[in-house]
């Protein structure tokens, strides 16, 4: 859920996330700058947008799968019961 609020020269954007709700102020400029990467990426929140921007900062991999090279592979029990329900 994300929640306008105009107040002067600013612009209160609220995140849901999990049933918490932070408040962001950005000034007008930003908000129509995220909103137009939110169309250009095609995500449905400004949270979206926000992770991506940090992510993409960050260097985060999409994926961590292979992202510790000391770990041993599964054997096949352990596969099995991770696919159980």
């Not at 002067?8 to 700058?33: A, N």
């Not at 994926?63 to 029990?77: E, H, I, Q, T, W």
């Amino acid at each position: 859920m994300v929640r306008y609020i105009y107040q002067p020269c600013l612009w209160t954007i609220g995140i849901g996330i999990s049933c918490l709700t932070t408040t962001v102020q950005v000034s007008e400029k930003t908000l129509q700058l995220l909103n137009k990467l939110k169309e250009e990426i095609g995500v449905r929140s400004l949270d979206h947008v926000i992770m991506d921007l940090i992510s993409e900062r960050m260097k985060i991999p999409r994926s961590m799968f292979g992202s510790n090279p000391k770990l041993k592979p599964f054997s096949a029990r352990e596969e099995a019961e991770s696919h159980e329900l």
